[in-house]
């Protein structure tokens, strides 16, 4: 779910993600901050890293991270860079 204004994108991304406890989102590999809005959940990195989560965390997401994993019960709020092909100047 899009959380902007039109006109937004070329400057940044916000989407909110939720997920429950039968389901695991895949996230491509991207700088992010992840706010949680509510419930509790995990992130696990590709490169081993796991993080707990909990309602009013933030999180910052290196893209170093690799391909991340959010599972748990949560909704978050994960905002990132515009997309390459929506950048300007």
């Given amino acids: 779910m899009d959380l902007l204004a039109g006109g937004s994108e070329r400057f940044f991304r ?3 993600l939720r997920t429950d406890k039968l389901t695991t989102l895949s996230l491509d590999p991207s700088f ?3 706010v949680v809005l509510d419930g509790e959940g995990t992130l696990r990195t590709e490169h081993g890293g796991e993080h707990a ?5 933030t999180y910052v997401v290196p893209f170093d991270a690799g391909q991340t994993e959010l599972s748990g019960a ?5 905002c990132r860079p515009p997309a390459p092909e929506e950048r300007h100047g």
């Fill in 14 to 16: 916000a989407e909110q």
């Fill in 32 to 34: 992010a901050v992840l």
């Fill in 53 to 57: 989560l909990a309602k009013g965390d």
């Fill in 74 to 78: 949560a909704t978050v709020i994960r």
